[in-house]
């Protein structure tokens, strides 16, 4: 069968046949914006599109409502999909499945449900697949050029990009360790890019799918809070980049390795910067290093900035120096501040 989007091969091909057929079947300009597919059991198949959901039946068809010519997937069938993502060697595939994830070729990342029988602490096996949700990474160049125009307006710095699930924190890391390392920002930049599932830089068996720039070294299948140390210590980086931190373990050794002078980009859940403020890990982190820039994204629109701010002495005093679509003049926190007609905003001399 030809594909329509190759990019979504090692996906579709775990798929029953009717299924494959189907979502070939799906029009290209359609195909191209589907951010996410979730099967579960005997229930209709679902193919996220921008921020719509859809369900999908015969040839393609996509509808808004279940329709009784809608997909639905049974517990055989799930567990046949599950085992063909892990080529039938679902031991080798344990240290993920125990995180809640698989990670395929090309950076897919699958997230399972289900029915788990706990072993111990550190050890869990999978007996029931109720859910699989397939998010498909894509690559957006200069989608974080508006951090790129901060960092060559103010300086690089230690950056934290914060937004919900699926506002595309990863496509923003991943086009900003593009530029880094390309030199977009200045030359000679050394990035270390810890990328623990293989998501951001699309890691595939012969090297990597996306562009990651011409100077990132990358550490894939390795935990974040070990690969921080050995990246400084073996490949001197002056940027390290990773994504999704959320275990005390790699608080710690960002708090190590920003103090001993790198500086580090990566990504949290929070919904805004007031949320960000109240987690008691980023608390720890910015009152024990300085953490230069917030860049918080649109919730509404997948990988846009919305706001960056900026720590311009260490104080942990938060100003906004980027607001997107902001008139000439904003007033924030009582304060009237003028920005320009790119949306920086304008210091006072």
């Known amino acids: 069968m030809k594909m329509i989007n190759e990019r979504l091969y090692p996906i579709i091909s775990t798929f029953p046949s009717f299924l494959e057929r189907s979502i070939n079947c799906i029009p290209k300009n359609l195909l191209e914006r589907v951010n996410e597919i979730v099967l579960r059991k005997n229930q209709p198949v679902s193919i996220y599109i921008d921020n719509s959901i859809f369900y999908l039946g015969n040839y393609g068809r996509l509808y808004k409502l279940f329709n009784p010519d809608c997909f639905r997937l049974n517990s055989e069938e799930m567990i046949r999909i599950f085992l063909n993502m892990c080529n039938d060697s679902v031991y080798s595939y344990m240290d993920n499945i125990n995180s809640g994830f698989l990670t395929l070729e090309g950076g897919f990342r699958v997230g399972i ?40 307006k ?53 090297g990597f799918l996306f562009d990651i720039g011409n100077n990132t070294d990358v550490y894939t299948n ?18 390290i980049i990773l994504d999704e931190v959320l275990e005390t373990s790699e608080f710690d050794e960002i708090l190590q390795g920003m103090n001993s002078g790198v500086d580090f980009i990566f990504s949290m859940h929070a919904t805004g910067l007031d949320d960000l403020l109240r987690k ?10 300085t953490i230069k820039y917030i860049v918080v994204l649109n919730n509404e629109k997948k990988g846009e900035i919305k706001e960056v701010y900026i720590n311009e002495d260490g104080s942990n005093i938060w100003n ?15 304060n009237e501040k003028t920005f320009d007609n790119k949306g920086f905003y304008k210091f006072a001399s």
Do not use: H
Request: charged residues 20%; proline residues 2%.
């Open 113 to 152: 449900s289900g029915r788990f029988l706990t072993r111990n602490t550190n050890e869990n096996s999978i007996r029931d697949i109720s859910s699989l949700s397939i998010r498909i990474a894509r690559e957006y160049k200069n989608i974080s050029q508006q951090l790129v125009n901060v960092y060559n």
């Open 154 to 206: 103010f300086g690089i710095g230690s950056t934290v990009i914060i937004g919900p699930p699926c506002s595309g924190k990863t496509t923003v890391l991943r086009d900003a360790c593009r530029s880094i390392s390309s030199g977009l920002i200045k030359d000679n930049i050394k990035v270390s890019l810890l990328d623990e599932r293989g998501e951001i830089s699309g890691a595939i068996n012969n």
């Open 222 to 239: 390795y935990k974040k809070s070990m690969s921080i140390e050995m990246s400084i210590r073996t490949m001197a980086p002056n940027v």
């Open 280 to 289: 008691n890990k980023f608390k720890y982190l910015s009152e024990n290093a």
């Open 320 to 334: 906004t120096v980027y607001l997107n679509s902001c008139g000439d003049n904003i007033k924030k926190s009582g």
